[in-house]
């Protein structure tokens, strides 16, 4: 299908996804999303596929641009099949996703899709930071994991971003790793990212921030390819000293 659909629409296949058709792995599930969409006449699935498709190994810094591209697939896989969200267009240059709740108006969203009858509009992030910092040892790529202080930062950092773009949603794909020897149900190890939060259930967690949330941020996803955790956003108690989010 990818192979076909790129021939039709003159867009040349990089390394990085040829890897992934010929042993297939999820970046194939997502760009065949993409493609779904594109017939469905999503503006700027095309231009994504094409975003994703680019990248070669040849090119030292091609890798984290596939993977930031294949990060906005993501949340657009997501949103359609775990949500059922009908997905309204997809940001590219040419044809930004302006919400109208966004603080600074130059700032375009990722995407925006329906969503219970309502337009909503959806900010994705890659929370590789969980995987902390990466050094070289013995000729393995080893990692320090990241404190709870840096988790922490990282979310309310991104929420931010979020919040100045005016996006009624966040999407944070994360890559956790289970313990080993450790039978941990799935929504527990999402929600060890967060550190300091409440169980609401077991699918849905709520922390609370020491800045101002506006009602039409409806929440955080934090997901992985086999699950998900829904995260309200809760303003920390009115006697508190607010402060602003971070940018």
């Known amino acids: 299908m990818i192979y076909v659909f790129c021939q039709n629409h003159g867009i040349a296949i990089g390394s990085y996804l040829r890897s992934s058709i010929q042993a297939p792995d999820f970046a194939v599930e997502i760009v065949e999303i993409l493609i779904g969409q ?4 999503v ?14 190994s ?15 697939g993501f949340g657009v896989w997501f949103a359609h099949k775990n949500l059922g969200a009908s997905i309204r267009v997809i940001e590219e ?3 930004p996703v302006r919400s109208p709740h966004a603080r600074n108006p130059s700032k375009s969203c990722d995407f925006s899709a329906t969503l219970s009858g309502a337009l909503h509009f959806f900010e994705v992030k890659d929370f590789s930071i969980d995987q902390g910092r990466a050094y ?3 000729g393995m790529v080893m990692f320090t994991p990241a404190t709870n202080q840096e988790k922490r930062k990282w979310i309310e950092k991104k929420i931010g971003e979020a919040l100045n773009k005016g996006a009624n949603y966040m999407i944070a794909r994360v890559s956790t790793w289970t313990p080993r020897g450790r039978a941990v149900a799935e929504d527990k190890i999402i929600k060890e990212v967060l550190f300091d939060y409440h169980d609401v259930s077991q699918n849905e967690a ?17 997901v992985k390819r086999q699950g998900h955790v829904f995260v309200r956003i809760k303003e920390a108690a009115k006697h508190l000293p607010h402060t602003t989010a971070p940018l």
Do not use: M, Q
């Open 43 to 56: 503006a700027g699935a095309k231009n994504l596929i094409a975003s994703i498709a680019a990248p070669d």
């Open 206 to 222: 709520e922390i609370v921030v020491r800045f101002a949330v506006p009602d039409w941020f409806k929440g955080l996803y934090l």
């Open 136 to 138: 070289a040892s013995t």
């Open 38 to 41: 594109h017939n469905a006449g």
């Open 93 to 95: 240059a040419s044809n």
């Open 58 to 72: 040849k090119n030292a810094n091609d890798e984290r641009i596939f993977y930031n591209h294949l990060t906005e």
